[in-house]
Each structure stands twice: as C-alpha cells, then as structure tokens.
C-alpha cells in the first residue's frame, strides 16, 4: 500500500510516499527556516503563506522521485494536530482535495505520533511496546506506546517545550533560530559545570517536567553578564543549560520505564537530534540493560515520511477522514479525536 504524507505544522513544507507503513521511496522537505531566522522564531502568517506557495509542487515531486504516478497512491495521510492553525490548514484542505481528485482515502495523523512513527522507518526491528520520550519544539512527553495507535501519556512538561526552550535560551545567548543545533556547537568543550541552573521537580508527579524556570535562569544570567559588564562564559552556560535539560528528560524517562517494566526506550522529535541527550540516553540504557532507539538525524526533525508511516497503522485500525476534516491547534496524543 503507497501512502503519500503531508507535514505542515509548522515551518516545514513535507510530502513523501511510504510503501506498507516501513519503505521510504521519497521524502520531499523545504524548510522555511531561512525566512522565520531574521525574526528570531517563526512567524505562523509567513508559515501559512509559504505551505501554500510550495506544498502542490512538493507532492508532485514526492510521487515522482518515489518512481510511481498519482494513480498508484492508495491513501492520503496528513499531520491535522497539533500545530500552527493556519500552517495546519494548510495541509488538512490541500489533502482533501488530493483525496478527492485520486478518490482515495484520507487518514489524518497526530503529529507527535508520526514523530515516534519515525523510528520505525529507522529500525525494522522495533514494534510496540516501548516507552517513549517525545521531546520537539512544540511538545514534550513520556508516552507508553503499548500498540501503534494506543498509547497514554506518563509525563510531560507544564509549561515550554524542551525544544522552545532550547530555542529561547540560544536566541539570548545570540544564536540563530533555530537554536537547538548552534547552541549544541557552542556547548562543545563547555564546562556543564560552570553554571548551577534549576531543575524543576513537580509534587506528586514524578514525570512531569518544567522548563520554564530553567529558561528564565538563562536569560537572567546572560542580562545580569550584560549589566555589570562581565564577560560571560558563554560555551560554558550552554553546555550547562544542555546538561539541565538532559538531566530532567533522561531520569524521568528511565524512571517510567523502570515502573511501568518496559525494557526498549525509545526517543522522537526534532531535540532528540541533541548529542548531549542521545549520549546520557546510551549511557542510561546500557547501566540499566534497557535497549534504545533514537532516529538518525534525518528523521529527527519533522518529515512526511513518518506522517505516511504512523497513517499507515492508523489506516490499519480504521481511522478515516472525510472532507469535513479540520485542524485542531492542540490536542492529547491519547486523545485523538479526529
Ligand atoms: O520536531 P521538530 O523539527 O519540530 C516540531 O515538531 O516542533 O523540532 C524542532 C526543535 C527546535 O526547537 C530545534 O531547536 C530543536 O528541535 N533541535 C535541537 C537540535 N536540533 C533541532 N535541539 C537540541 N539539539 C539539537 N541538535
């Protein structure tokens, strides 16, 4: 079965054509990310605007490099939530209309489930169940994956994103968006001792995360450097930043794993490209004889290919769409409502 992915959720245009759920045959991506820099985050009416300039063409091309035509696609999947409304819309309407010019079906997908969907396309092997921490620029969870499309969040953070927070604390340190990648250079040969940052711990539930008070610690450093003329050790603040973050993701995400008896821990989303938090994870694993799965860079960030992926098992489980299908900003990986 071809499936043709749709990403647009955010500041990433992606189409891609995936054969029975595992077989990547193309994986078109333009990156807006040039166009939201200047600004220092993205802009969710530029993100609109460009999905729609580019995602006809993208499809296009996806079915072409993947050697097949339009008549042999047999389902449209695209990511419907969470996201940025309009960037959403985008995809949703214009996978409509794909589905009703092929006359096939349209399966809507959870954006974050395609992100762990991405290690399937990355390891054969895997298969539910595992326990995942889903870390991206939007969202931040501990999910039990019991089966590939049944799943229950354990944890997740309060309030930002790993990955925003990653962003905001490279942008005051200087760096450009999006932050993540610039500020794990910076950190290289950093001492992560050099700063004491927070690390947020809430009552009562054990895997939940804050990230909040950690990224106003940031900001405070680099402005009380600023006013009383000091020169700040800027390799050393982000390696210790980088290691705050580690520090709240990878215990909570061995301690669910440990209670909940999962013996494969897996990571997804775009700060799961972070060198820092893949090398604790190996470590944490390998102490604690868990085995471990983290995509390959490509797969990291947002693709269509793990959207047609994670379509594929929705598909297998009866998950349809008709053309009254809408985007929806926010919504529970648990609770899809499509
Ligand atoms: O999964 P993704 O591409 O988009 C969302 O679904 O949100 O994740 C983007 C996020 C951004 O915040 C970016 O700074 C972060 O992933 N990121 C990284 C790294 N590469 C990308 N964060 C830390 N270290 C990296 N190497």
Redesign the pocket.
């Known amino acids: 079965m071809n499936i043709l992915g749709i990403e647009s959720?955010?500041d990433?245009t992606a189409a891609a054509v995936v054969r029975d759920g595992r077989e990547v045959l193309s994986n078109e991506i333009f990156s807006q990310a040039d166009m939201h820099a200047i600004y220092g985050g993205v802009v969710p009416e530029i993100a609109s605007r460009n999905h729609i300039t580019v995602i006809s063409r993208l499809c296009d091309e996806a079915v072409k490099k993947a050697g097949l035509n339009k008549s042999d696609i047999d389902a449209i999947a695209v990511t419907a939530a969470p996201g940025l409304i309009g960037a959403l819309l985008v995809g949703v309407n214009f996978a409509k209309g794909a589905a009703m010019a092929l006359d096939v079906p349209l399966v809507p997908v959870h954006?974050v489930r395609g992100?762990i969907a991405a290690n399937y396309l990355a390891f054969p092997e895997l298969e539910p169940p595992f326990l995942c921490l889903a870390i991206?620029?939007?969202?931040t969870a501990i999910v039990d994956v019991r089966g590939y499309t049944d799943m229950s969040i354990i944890g997740s953070t309060r309030d930002d994103?790993?990955?925003?927070c990653?962003?905001k604390a490279?942008r005051v340190l200087g760096l450009p968006y999006?932050?993540?990648?610039p500020?794990?250079n910076l950190a290289e040969g950093g001492d992560d001792t050099a700063f004491r940052l927070p690390h947020a711990k809430i009552d009562g539930h054990p895997y939940d995360m804050s990230f909040s008070g950690l990224k106003t610690a940031v900001v405070n450093t680099v402005h009380n450097a600023a006013q009383k003329g000091e020169e700040l050790n800027r390799a050393g603040l982000a390696a210790s930043f980088q290691r705050a973050v580690s520090e709240t993701l990878v215990p909570r995400t061995m301690d669910a794993a440990r209670d909940l008896c999962r013996d494969v821990v897996v990571v997804a989303?775009?700060?799961a490209?972070?060198?820092r938090?893949r090398a604790d994870f190996e470590a944490a694993c390998a102490r604690e004889g868990k085995r471990l799965f983290v995509p390959p860079l490509k797969l990291?960030?947002?693709n269509a290919a793990m959207i047609a992926c994670q379509g594929y098992y929705e598909y297998l489980s009866g998950v349809r769409a008709g053309q009254d299908l809408n985007a929806y900003a926010t919504m529970d990986i648990d609770r899809v409502f499509f």
């Open positions: 959720s955010c990433e954006h992100h991206s620029g939007g969202n994103a790993a990955g925003e990653f962003d490279a999006p932050g993540g990648l500020l794990q989303g775009g700060v490209a972070n060198k938090i990291c960030g947002d």
